[in-house]
């Protein structure tokens, strides 16, 4: 750690990452990552299970800055020590027949991190559908879809990609596979909705 | 007719921004009037907003683990620099049982101590248990001790020697080969042959022993006994025997007074023993009238054993002796014995009783009354 990194305050840390900038975010990561381990491995994790639910934890908090509509009412630290905790318990609820009892090492507050879980659950939810959705439809819409829509590509090089003859048959295909997947991902969503 | 596909070009452009203005007025003046119209394009934004979200949701997740595995690395990189920056620390290598077993033990550790510490205190709790138990089944550890006397390791020793020296004397002595089980005190009743002890002395004997001061031995047999004033009659039944001729002490019939002084004789060990005290009480352990309380100092072997007052008059018969109280032993009264005795010549079945009715050692000095009486008292070995 360290080598030279700029120090942030927590405000500071919220503004450099809704910004976009990785740096901050790495920084943001590794600071609070031994809490988590700890945390984890002390209520019967192995340290690969923390690394995943700290890689989730940081996740909703990204997310929610990216939005911009993150209300921190308290330190990053124990914003994040919140999330992992909540997530770690569901895990072990999962995981484990018994009931659950947790040994906590720092102060747990009531930060809203609760109410942001459960959006952020229902946004998993909804990209989850998603994935389906798009594993389902096949190729090459597939491919054609995640170029455009996931990795940015641009028309003309999906074009070449996929050997159509001009720009305007592409796009055609590619709005044929959004009515696709409009009707692969919407009976889905609200099936499991009803469920 | 516009297909969905159409409509969606058209959506995505509207999004873009790519539309003139006024075909831009005419689509929001449609959105605004028509409600399926809205709602396909509310669905069309969920799709492609989703897609994105998706799409964003991939990179972070990329970007996040780009830095776990960059600091794993490092970490690598790290211990790696350690172990070799310190010589003196060996490199350790935990193999994958190892640490599989490690994460175990952090994961259970609670579990197992509390397994351990449960099966520590049952075990405990167990051993106390049967502890207890056994002790529950030994009522007499503390409060009343009988005085009978086991035969030791030791005397048995001495035995087999002083046998082996018979064997080479030629004589030959089969009774020596036993020395009983238990031991007590017995004295003559009657100068014809029967003798009182304790009962709990005889208690489960198979066959009696008398040995006297002159080392004479005869056979005996229980005649009668009285378990609730521990009191037994037995009767000589030896050819040898002829008499114990005339007996020096008479039996008191009434009460003995509180602070006579008393004594007693009896054989607690190999020779006769004699003990001296006073009459302490007038009611026996835990009250029992039919008992002195003395305070002579008796051990095991002196049950059975004749207590007798300065005047020569035998007024009890050693019976045991309360543990936790410092010297307090216990006696039957004499007028039990008296009134048993009287109660067996009633009988008309019953043989007849020639109770010594005059007192010889009356007025002599304590030791000659000793050793008038030391040839009336006996041991009384027990064979199971």
């Known amino acids: 750690m360290g080598k030279g990194q700029p120090s942030y305050t927590d405000e500071e840390f919220v503004a450099a990452i809704r910004r976009g900038d990785d740096r901050a975010l790495a920084h943001l990561y590794r600071l609070h990552l031994p ?46 020590y919140a999330v992992c905790r909540r997530l770690w318990l569901k895990r072990l609820a999962e995981k484990s027949r018994f009931g659950v009892r947790l040994e906590d090492h720092e102060p747990y507050l009531e930060t809203g991190a609760e109410a942001d879980l459960a959006l952020a659950e229902e946004r998993d939810r909804r990209l989850a559908t998603m994935a389906e959705a798009l594993e389902r439809i096949g190729e090459p819409c597939r491919s054609l879809l995640e170029g455009f829509y996931l990795l940015d590509k641009s028309m003309q090089q999906l074009t070449a990609d996929f050997g159509y003859t001009n720009a305007d048959n592409a796009k055609n295909q590619k709005y044929k596979c959004l009515v696709r997947l409009k009707k692969l991902f919407f009976t889905h969503y609200q099936e499991e909705e009803l469920s | 007719m516009k297909t969905e596909a159409d409509y969606y070009e058209l959506f995505e452009a509207y999004q873009r921004g790519e539309l003139d203005a006024s075909t831009r007025a005419e689509l929001e003046s449609r959105l605004a009037a028509d409600p399926v119209f809205a709602r396909r394009y509310a669905d069309f934004e969920a799709l492609t907003g989703t897609m994105r979200a998706y799409g964003h949701r991939l990179a972070t997740r990329r970007k ?148 006297g001061r002159d080392r004479q031995r005869y056979r005996a047999e229980p005649v009668f006994s009285d378990v609730a004033h521990d009191l037994a009659i037995l009767r000589i039944n030896d050819k040898k025997f002829k008499s114990f001729g005339r007996l020096p002490y008479a039996f008191k019939r009434g009460a003995a007074d509180l602070g006579e002084r008393v004594y007693t004789l009896g054989y607690p060990r190999e020779d006769v023993v004699f003990g001296e ?108």
């Open chain 1, 35 to 80: 809490m988590v381990l700890h945390f984890v491995q002390q209520n019967s994790g192995t340290e690969d299970e923390a690394k995943d639910v700290y890689q989730e934890g940081v996740m909703v908090f990204y997310e929610k800055v990216r939005e911009g509509s993150l209300e921190l009412s308290c330190q990053i630290k124990t914003y994040l």
């Open chain 2, 64 to 211: 996040l683990q780009t830095i776990q595995a960059e600091l794993d690395a490092e970490q690598a990189a790290a211990s790696e620099v350690r172990e070799t920056g310190i010589p003196s620390m060996p490199k350790v290598y935990i193999s994958p049982v190892e640490r599989k077993l490690r994460d175990f033990w952090n994961g259970y550790r609670a579990t197992i101590a509390v397994a351990a510490s449960v099966a520590v205190l049952a075990v405990f709790a167990t051993l106390l248990g049967i502890e207890w138990w056994r002790a529950a089944q030994r009522p007499s550890t503390y409060g009343y001790t009988v005085l009978r006397r086991e035969m030791d390791r030791i005397k048995r020793n001495q035995r087999a020697i002083n046998r082996a020296i018979n064997q080479i004397d030629g004589t030959k002595s089969p009774e020596e080969l036993n020395p009983g089980k238990f031991g007590g005190t017995g004295f003559a009743l009657t100068s014809d042959g029967y003798m009182v002890t304790s009962y709990h002395v005889i208690q489960g004997a198979d066959s009696l022993l008398i040995e």
């Open chain 2, 277 to 384: 005290g006073s009459l302490s009480a007038r009611s026996g352990f835990e009250g029992d009238t039919g008992f002195y309380q003395i305070s002579i100092p008796v051990n095991p072997g002196n049950s059975g054993g004749p207590v007798l007052d300065d005047r020569g008059n035998l007024i009890g018969i050693i019976s045991g002796k309360q543990m936790d109280v410092q010297s307090a032993a216990f006696a039957t009264k004499s007028s039990y014995l008296m009134r048993l005795v009287d109660s067996l010549s009633a009988a008309n079945s019953g043989p007849t009783y020639n109770m010594p009715r005059t007192n010889q050692l009356y007025g002599t000095s304590r030791a000659q009354q000793v050793r008038k009486l030391q040839d009336y008292v006996f041991v009384v070995k027990v064979y199971e």
